[in-house]
């Protein structure tokens, strides 16, 4: 039951940018509500990517990068490298539901 | 350094009940909520509710409202979710992990617990 919607899919060749949306409603994203995003590897726990719509935390490469700007957000990966194949998922805040909500889940591929 | 350690893989039958622990190490225990996330064999990531262990204090979605309850041992660290009534549908990976700030982002993870539901 996820309330934020992404792309299933996005590909790219090595070096490439690739762009990743996360479109939610008025009750999450468009309220206000800070977006996270996770990358999940096959096979394990998801890792925080970016919090605070645009912050990296220690140890993420700067090819990744976070934005907002109104209800539209999105993930950015420059530079594509073979490594970032993995699930990408978008995070908020649903006040309609009083809880947590996810995206539906992006699948990175570097061709 | 900030770590949550889950129990191991389960194998439950439908009606049956599941038990997964998450222990928390390198921070202080009651400054954090500890929230659960399942995700199911190829789906996304479904939020299942938060632990609160500085006040015991617990939030479910409203899907798992009656069937989930979380606790928490503070001698040991560890935070508890049981799931009762479980059906082939439950069968997921169990995730638990940290929110610092009271509405935020999940960091740490733990490594994950499946739980397999079958007869």
């Known amino acids: 039951q996820s309330v934020l919607t992404q792309p299933p899919s996005v590909s790219g060749a090595p070096g490439q940018r690739v762009t990743i949306s996360c479109t939610g409603s008025r009750s999450n994203i468009g309220a206000g509500y800070d977006v996270h995003w996770y990358q999940q590897l096959p096979e394990t726990a998801p890792k925080l990517l970016i919090y605070?719509?645009?912050n990296r935390p220690s140890g993420v490469p700067d090819r990744f990068s976070g934005s907002k700007s109104g209800a539209s957000v999105s993930l950015a990966i420059t530079g594509l490298q073979a490594e970032d194949e993995a699930d990408y998922y978008c995070q908020s805040y649903d006040s309609s539901l009083s809880g947590y909500v996810f995206g539906t889940g992006t699948k990175v591929t570097v061709l | 350094q900030v770590q949550l350690v889950q129990s191991g893989a389960e194998v439950q039958k439908p009606g049956a009940s599941v038990k997964v622990s998450c222990k928390g190490s390198g921070y202080t225990f009651n400054s954090y909520d500890i929230h659960w996330v399942r995700q199911a064999p190829g789906q996304g990531l479904e939020w299942m509710g938060v632990f609160d262990p500085g006040r015991g204090s617990t939030t479910y979605a409203q899907r798992f409202q009656g069937r989930v309850t979380m606790t928490r041992d503070t001698s040991t660290n560890t935070v508890y979710m049981e799931m009762n009534s479980l059906t082939s549908d439950d069968t997921a990976v169990y995730f638990c992990a940290r929110v610092g700030a009271s509405i935020g982002w999940f960091d740490p993870w733990g490594q994950g617990t499946l739980v397999t539901v079958s007869s």
């Open positions: 605070g719509n645009n």
